[in-house]
Structure formats: C-alpha cells, structure tokens
C-alpha cells in the first residue's frame, strides 16, 4: 500500500536546485525545475552518482559523473528509456513536499 511522506519544505530547495533526503533505506532527490517538483532515487544506475549533484536542464537532470541524462517526469535514460531511475509521485501541500512510498 502506498503512504505519502513529508520529506521537506518548499523553501528548502531553490529554483532549479535539487537536494537529497533519507526516506526509510533509501535516499531522495528532490529537485525544484522552476517552482514543479520532482522526485527520483538519488543514485544514477549507471555507477551509482548522486542525481541530486547534477544540472537540471530542460525537463531532465544531467548526472554529474558521465554526463547521462534522465527525465525528471519518468525517470527514464534519454539514450536508452529502458534505463530507469526510480521516480516517486510528489504532492505540495500548503509548503510541504510529499513523495509517495510503497509501505513494505
């Protein structure tokens, strides 16, 4: 069943800037592309880079090791969409950023 989580405030994250959050065995990416946010599992899984260190850029995040590009809508790789990061629906309610987990 799925369970939304409190993960941060708006404030917390500025225009076009992303930061990472520990949600139960896992680490989350939140990124702000322009005042939308997103949600995706922070490592890359190509090696294993933090996301949240890349750039945004036009829809997608930049891994800031070698240069692979994700969609920040499906988490897919843009040269392989089979290639995916985990996303995770966001919801803003009021100045809170939720994400929703599946309770295991």
């Not at 939304?4 to 990124?31: L, M």
């Not at 790789?77 to 929703?100: C, G, M, R, S, T």
């Amino acid at each position: 069943m799925a369970k939304r989580i409190t993960v941060a405030k708006t404030s917390d994250i500025p225009f076009n800037e992303s930061r990472t959050f520990p949600v139960g065995d896992r680490i989350i990416a939140i990124f702000n592309e322009k005042g939308t946010f997103h949600a995706m599992d922070d490592f890359c899984p190509h090696m294993g880079a933090s996301l949240a260190g890349g750039c945004i850029d036009n829809g997608t995040v930049v891994c800031p090791w070698h240069a692979w590009r994700f969609s920040l809508v499906d988490g897919g790789w843009l040269d392989n969409p089979k290639i995916k990061a985990d996303i995770f629906a966001v919801f803003v309610v009021a100045d809170e950023i939720q994400i929703e987990i599946n309770d295991e």
